[in-house]
């Protein structure tokens, strides 16, 4: 069976005292529940993960928010793949729409992070999504494939074992308009039928593929019931530590 995910993108908020609240009340309900089916992951900003890594009775994993697409350097402000592995992270968030927008990442860059995240041992957790004009187009199918062909088509079988897909609408980030759960369906089937194409049936299967945009504690149970959809990356939703708890039990009881 699939591996079922709720992930916490944290962004650039909380400092490090806030930061170490909102783990500790997650971490320490999480303590409570069954974590054999289920992974529950926190990506905080940089400067939280080595604490956070240190935390007493961890169950919860932790993922970097990006990378650097370069090993080492005068690379002034980056970040490498080997000194998130170093701080304890075992996943790494790569592609998200807000760095593709803001950061100018290309495909090409994605695919170099990609490859340096396996390589240092991380699991990569790969962001795709359309816009809403691309969506009105008609087009969200065609943007998808592109996303997935240009950078996943080019690792094998092995490296794609590491890889999650978080589906993520960009009309639905931070909005609070979120995709239906039929919507969610259809892409995530989408998703599973490219990578089939390319890897064959078992690793379609056991791929996990997270829906991500204004998953809230009110339309979890919806969307996880659906059954291409294996759990939840959570923006907003996930710096209320009751909202993002609320998820993990709706993903549990899905
Ligand atoms: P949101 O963000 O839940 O606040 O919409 C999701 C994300 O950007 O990963």
């Not at 005292?17 to 783990?23: A, I, R, S, W, Y």
């Not at 992951?41 to 169950?59: G, K, Q, V, Y």
Request: negative net charge; aromatic residues 6%.
């Amino acid at each position: 069976m699939r591996k079922k995910i709720v992930a916490g993108n944290w962004k650039m908020n909380t400092n490090l005292p806030q930061g170490h609240e909102l783990f500790h009340e997650i971490n320490e309900y999480c303590n409570t529940i069954d974590l054999r089916e289920l992974s529950v992951i926190i990506a905080p900003p940089f400067t939280h993960l080595i604490s956070l890594c240190e935390t007493d009775n961890r169950c919860i994993q932790l993922a970097a928010q990006n990378c650097s697409d370069k090993t080492h350097g005068a690379f002034t402000g980056e970040v490498s793949t080997n000194m998130i592995t170093s701080s304890g992270a075992n996943y790494v968030i790569i592609g998200h729409s807000e760095r593709r927008k803001y950061f100018g990442e290309t495909n090409e860059i994605l695919k170099n992070k990609i490859n340096l995240a396996i390589e240092s041992g991380l699991q990569t957790i790969y962001c795709c999504g359309e816009s809403i004009d691309e969506r009105q187009q008609g087009i969200h199918k065609d943007i998808i494939s592109q996303q997935i062909e240009k950078v996943l088509y080019e690792f094998d079988n092995k490296q794609i074992g590491k890889i999650i897909v978080a589906y993520e609408p960009i009309w639905a980030i931070g909005t609070g308009e979120t995709a239906t759960a039929e919507q969610a369906q259809e892409m995530h089937a989408c998703i599973r039928s490219l990578v089939n194409q390319k890897f064959g049936e078992e690793l379609a299967n056991s791929m996990t593929i997270i829906y991500g945009g204004s998953c809230s504690a009110k339309n979890a149970s919806e969307l996880f019931e659906m059954k291409d959809v294996d759990g939840g990356l959570i923006g907003g939703a996930s710096l209320k530590a009751q909202d993002f708890i609320d998820i993990i039990n709706a993903l549990i009881k899905s």
